[in-house]
């Protein structure tokens, strides 16, 4: 199981906005396998940050984004934590990352030290940072949150630490978050900023066929505004489900959508190995 370094942290009182000093919002610290993309199995410490600049209405890491948590690192804790593991890959996550400035002195910091950095991001910001892996995963039109598909609906109150609603996420009820998400889901100019700065692979949550010709869409464009080339190996398509049940539904068909269209699959196998747990 992934083995969780996390001590206690200072409470911050605005975990959910751009964070400036020399820290940052952290939801989790953990040491796992890297479970998506090409450096799938690839043994790494996940720096989760809270806070994110879109709501998908499935995100998988809902403390970070819907319901941020208070959880405050400053970078010599988190730099202690990461050196007492045995690992050279670190994995930067969120919610979206690169919200924060601290997370390019970070980023300085692991480069600095000799680490290999992978940036999950879903590719609406650009930061100019030492990042090996730009690892990023544009949102789809189906990802927008709608009244019909609020995952706060859906989410125990256990899972919520057992915290009422803030009046801030009672706030995002109204269609307010379909908007802001919907506005702000592709940055053309951010993902082609992030694709010619970086070693990069672009992944898709993939639900269904349905999905297919918006990302075909918006690969052309991307390919039309980016100075470098975009092979078709540069594109990873990962089935939807943050569940064992749910990927039997999904990966077999995501899989031959792969094979048609001559994109790369990419599993979850932290799913597959540990299901939903936390720090996985
Ligand atoms: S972009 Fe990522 S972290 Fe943000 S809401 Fe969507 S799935 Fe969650």
């Known amino acids: 199981m992934p083995v969780s370094n996390s001590t206690d942290r200072e409470m911050s009182a605005e975990p959910d906005t751009e964070s400036t000093g020399e820290g940052l919002p952290i939801n989790e610290l953990f040491y796992s396998l890297q479970g998506e993309g090409t450096l799938a199995g690839v043994p790494s410490i996940f720096i989760r940050t809270s806070g994110c600049n879109l709501r998908c209405w499935f995100c998988d890491s809902y403390h970070t984004s819907w319901e941020p ?20 890959h670190i994995v930067l996550t969120g919610g979206e990352p690169l ?12 480069d600095e030290r000799g680490y290999h950095t ?34 706060r609906s859906e989410v125990p109150a256990e899972s919520r630490n057992g915290e009422p609603q803030s009046q801030g996420a009672a706030n995002q009820g109204d269609g307010e978050w379909e908007q802001r998400h919907e506005a702000n889901r592709i940055d053309m100019a951010a993902l082609a900023a ?12 993939v639900t269904d066929a349905d999905d ?9 464009d991307l390919r039309e505004a980016a100075d470098v080339p975009i ?50």
């Open 231 to 280: 092979r078709d190996d540069d594109v990873l398509l990962m089935p939807e489900g943050a569940t064992r049940d749910r990927l039997a539904e999904t990966r077999t068909r995501v899989a031959d959508l792969a094979m048609e269209h001559g994109f790369r699959y990419t599993p979850r196998l932290h799913v597959d190995l540990w299901n939903d747990a936390p720090e996985t």
């Open 69 to 88: 948590t208070h959880a405050w690192m400053d970078l010599d804790a988190i730099l202690d934590e990461i050196e007492s593991h045995d690992a050279d």
């Open 99 to 110: 919200l924060h400035d601290a997370s390019v002195a970070l980023l300085e910091e692991l």
């Open 212 to 220: 297919m010709p918006e990302i075909l869409d918006l690969l052309a």
């Open 118 to 151: 992978t940036v999950e991001t879903n590719g609406t910001i650009h930061r100019d940072a030492p990042i090996d892996l730009a690892s990023i995963s544009p949102k789809l039109a189906s990802s927008t949150p709608t009244p019909e598909r609020d995952p």
């Open 194 to 205: 992030l694709v010619e700065d970086y070693t990069f692979q672009l992944k898709f949550v």
